[in-house]
């Protein structure tokens, strides 16, 4: 009871103040003459914007949400809109601001457009829920990026700054005057100049859903267009919010790091590549797994030492047997293991954007691999060997594009003040690396381990599915046990667009159990988006 009386005490002193200043101005304007008046404006700057980034359909990956705010001058009619529609908890700081004759700003879903009172669409950079969040980036206190595309295109982005501000009339000493208004004024606030990505927005959700619902807490997605190896969705989880930096410095979880372009440990993704290189070379081997083969000094096994006894290329595909890879390995050599393995893409550096390199990763050197031993590593995508989700992609579109390899490309376009694109990006060009019965053999093998294999958990009903698992050792160690890295890179069509697939798990169980089921999700979800 006490505060309803204090604040409508405080409420009727502000009104009568109020109506005192208004007396006052008037008599000012009263006694004074147009010639000897002096007049002024005052600016506040409510909102400031940089350049726009669209996705493919030029639908906005940034400024997508917004708030409806009110600006008030000190007038009694402010005050009784105020008390109306305020929040509570700043309706005080509110009379305050007003008493002292300077505007009052607060949020309210109520519009008006009148003299003293205006509504104002005020829209942020970020949202609650970011997409693209690590491609994107962010910035920092002072507007410039520090991350990202925010910070590969902060010069042009920046260039296309606009500020939305609020405008009033002031007296030579300072006070408004009220007759005249408050305005707001736009300059080049939310300009429709920026760049466009290749990214599709509608692809991307579902890449990012897909992680969330197999309980991939730390891991990627990469998916691309085979044809033209543009990136239209690159998902890494877990994600930071833009809006609150702070909570994710301390995370353990390292939840600033685009796993879609860091390098990890590929495992048996990379067998496909193994094959290939025996394919082209004219090296064919028919293989007795035992469950372990001795290299040197060194004993590799399969998965649980299991035997898969008699197998060839294609068995072995599907039954990811280690073993007949090590053989097959041995075959092939370590000079033409590596040199179609760099054809591939990998240990390589891309530029996806201007001063923006994909990590290399590591390919290691034919010397690196000239011990069997260490040749027996890299043949079934252990040792040294390191990719990225998105460098994997890339080399898997090979088998989906009939042997010819392409870089991938994120940028589409630079986009001009009336939403035209003035630069549009020309994508790479594609060069053979594979024969074309290569590639469509490896395409066989893929089909197989999801039909047959173990990348059943891929398999659809809906869409022809095609892919490799991986589970591979990283080398890191948590609470004494080593940490897996787990993997399905594939590729389906959907309405005669092949869609290139590659998907990772940190600190994983198996790729057939972890990844093969975001794969089939999102395959799902894709040929039902067409």
Known sequence: MFKRVSLAFFTLCVVFGLL???????????GSSPATKSQSTKTYLLSSSRGMIYDRNMQRIVNREGEDFAVCLPTTSALKFINTYAPEDEKNALYETLQNGNIGIFKTPVTFNKNDIKSVAITNRYGENQPLVHLIGHLDENGVGVMGLEKAYN?????????????WSVDAIGNILLGEGIKIESK????????????DLKIQEIAENSLKNNNINKGAVVILDSNTNEILAMASIPTFNPLDLGAGINDSDQPFINRAITPYSVGSVFKPFV???????????????????KIGNTNFSCSNHTAH????????????????????GQKVGAEKLRSLSSDFG?????????NFYLNIGNLPTTESINSPQSLANLSFGQGELLASPLQMAVAYSTFANDGFYRPPTLMK??????????????????????????????????????????GNKAFSTLVSNRGKTATAQSGWYKDGREINHTWFCGYFTAKEKTYVVAIFKEDGISGANDCAPVFKEISENVIQLE
């Open 155 to 167: 010069s042009l982005l920046s260039r296309q700054s606009g500020q939305l501000n609020a405008v």
């Open 413 to 454: 376009a630079i986009i001009d003040k009336n939403g035209d694109t003035i630069q549009k990006v020309t994508l790479p060009e594609k060069y053979r690396i594979l024969n074309n019965s290569t590639a469509e053999k490896i395409d066989s093998y893929l089909e197989s381990v999801v039909a047959n294999g173990n």
């Open 346 to 354: 990998l240990g390589k550096e891309i530029e996806l954007a201007d």
């Open 20 to 30: 005192i200043v208004n007396i006052g101005i008037i008599i000012a304007d009263i």
């Open 309 to 328: 006894g008699e197998v060839d290329m294609k068995t072995a595909t599907e039954k990811s047997c280690n073993t007949y890879f090590i053989a097959l």
């Open 275 to 293: 094959a290939s290189v025996a394919i082209e070379n004219n090296i064919d081997l028919t293989y007795n797994c035992t469950g372990t083969i």
């Open 188 to 199: 080049k606030y939310l300009s429709s100049s920026g760049i466009q990505l290749t990214i």
